[in-house]
């Protein structure tokens, strides 16, 4: 199973990556929303965890993209912030399947990957 | 210079002995004590269905641990809705309850933030087949078979309390600077992954000061927009409050007159020197 993750704060990317390696899981590190559009199209990606608010393509931007796409049955996992409601009604409105806070739990989000991936 | 009789010496040192040997022990005994001291404050949860069984854990409990705060569920779902709202420092877990039993209660608490140390004591009638292996397999840490005693619950506290846990927390106490929970929630289960979580904020931080340097020497407002952004992300992410207060002013600024007014890189700059040097030495 390979998850992509966008996000452009390098401690989270780097936590999730450090927890679902540990899961067994293999990973793509994309930093900016473009890289992860791109990503998406040219390998096999079984999941995806993306931030909300990034450089060049925002999170809601790759939904809308995956959703178009060749790739459209993807699962996507949306990371925000505190005071984000509004985009994260807008992410499920374009087809995200589940979000967490930040500051969320690994753990939990390990959780809620593997009930995704079944 | 009084001379000195040889008797006299020999008390003295005798004597000088003994006391410092005295002030040994007693120094010793106290660090025993501090050690194991069940005057601080824990907070407890208890759960049992049992009225009468919960009174009387609630009394030995309160005997022990004279200051502890008990929190008290009648169920498994109530158990894991009381840990999610509360700190707590351990858990006596009937497993035989109704709703939610002890065993599918402690597999939801270890999924919880924070509740993947705390220690949870299986309270078993002791003679269900292969109930001590499903109680390890759910994460729950020792057993107490009924009917029991002061003493269980007493050797059970003091073996899985963390009494050096609140010594702990004041001495990292770095007030608004570094609210150490927030590094703990991203690595807790992990030591090596903690200290890499460190040295990538350390990094980012060091990268960071350069880079608002520059910007601020180019009179650069939008790359300064930007740079308060990202390095706010990280700050909340780690915990640093104030850091993360002060680069969302830059991150909100509207010139450059702004910025220098308010001094705010080089407030940014003393700001990130401090937590650096805080989180080198946690």
Known sequence: MQILIAEDDELILKTIEHKLKKEGYKVVLTRNGKEA?????NEDIDLIITDIMMPFASGLEIISAVRKSK?????MIILSSLGQEDVVVEAFNLGANDFMVKPFSPIELSVRVKKLLK | MKPIKSEELFDTLRKTIIDSKEIQTIEIENQEEISQDFSKQFHILIADDNLVNMAL????????????????????????????????????MDIQMPEMNGIEATRVIRLLNNFQETPIIAVTAGNVKGEKEKCLDAGLNDFLAKPIREKDIFDVLEKWLDFSKKEKNETNDFGNHLDLSMINNYTKDDESFRKMFIEIIINELEKSVQEFETYFNKQNLEG??????????????????????????????????YLQENQLIIKVKTEIELVINYLKNI
């Open chain 1, 71 to 75: 790739n459209s049955e993807t699962p």
């Open chain 1, 37 to 41: 559009i791109s990503k998406i199209e």
């Open chain 2, 57 to 92: 854990n609630q009394q030995i409990i309160k005997n022990i641990a004279p200051n502890s705060i008990l929190y008290t569920a009648a169920n498994g779902a109530e158990a894991v809705s009381i840990c999610q709202e509360n700190k707590i420092d351990l858990i006596l």
């Open chain 2, 224 to 257: 300064l927009n930007q740079l308060g952004h990202k390095v706010k992300g990280t700050a909340k992410t780690a915990g640093l409050t104030i850091l993360a207060d002060l680069t969302e002013q830059i991150e909100k600024s509207t010139s450059i007159n």
